[in-house]
């Protein structure tokens, strides 16, 4: 075979590698790894802000209910919706006491607005009825109210725009007798279950 017998040879041109870059491959993944962190978190910032907060309970005033240290979730639906708190709700609220050790607090609603709060003989009367309070441990007794309260002249109705709240534990716990009632605007949220300690998760 001669020259002129052989094939014509054909050349491939210069084609440019498109493939993406490692960096850019890397870059990439990583924006795309900080999208879903940022829906993770808007969603759970809206979860937080709009549906369930965690509450860590500071005292004892609880107790035996609520321990020291008991992780909670308080939800704020019912706040959102614009619907009251009622009697017997355990809510988590802002200290009405801004100088307090504890700027958030945990207690009992036990009257709301309009309603007439006395003790008698220990016992808590709610517009002249007693209440029933089997998760309560020692007696109800008045406590001397704070300067920025002012003295409280039982029976005691409650003003509108308020609550009044209670610990559990009657005989350890600072709260409407001794710091007022509660104003609604304060209100976080209304414990309703305990996810720590295992030992004690469920529903409050």
Not at 84 to 109: Q, W
Not at 148 to 176: C, H, K, L
Request: glycine share 8%.
């Amino acid at each position: 075979m001669n020259e002129y017998d052989r094939p014509p040879q054909h050349f491939a041109p210069n084609v440019r590698d498109t493939r993406p870059s490692k960096f850019k491959i890397f870059l990439k993944n990583f924006l795309e790894w900080v999208g879903v962190f940022l829906i993770a978190f808007a969603v759970f910032a809206l979860v937080r802000t709009f549906v369930m907060a965690p509450f860590t309970v500071p005292s004892g005033s609880m107790e035996p209910t609520i321990h020291v240290g008991d992780n909670v979730f308080a939800q704020k639906v019912t706040l959102n919706l614009g619907q009251d708190v009622e009697v017997g709700d355990i809510v988590v609220f802002k200290n009405v006491e801004p100088s307090a050790e504890h700027e958030t607090l945990i207690k009992r609603v036990v009257a709301t607005e309009g309603q007439t709060i006395e003790f008698i003989d220990g016992v808590v009367y709610v517009d002249g009825v007693p209440l029933d309070e089997p998760y309560t441990v020692g007696t109800t007794y008045e406590l001397v109210p704070t300067d920025s309260v002012g003295q409280i002249i039982y029976p005691y109705t409650v003003p509108e725009g308020f609550i009044w709240v209670m610990g559990d534990n009657r005989e350890n716990s600072a709260d409407s007798r001794y710091f007022g009632p509660v104003p609604k605007e304060n209100l976080i949220g209304v414990a309703f279950f305990r996810y720590w300690p295992l030992d004690r998760i469920g529903v409050l």
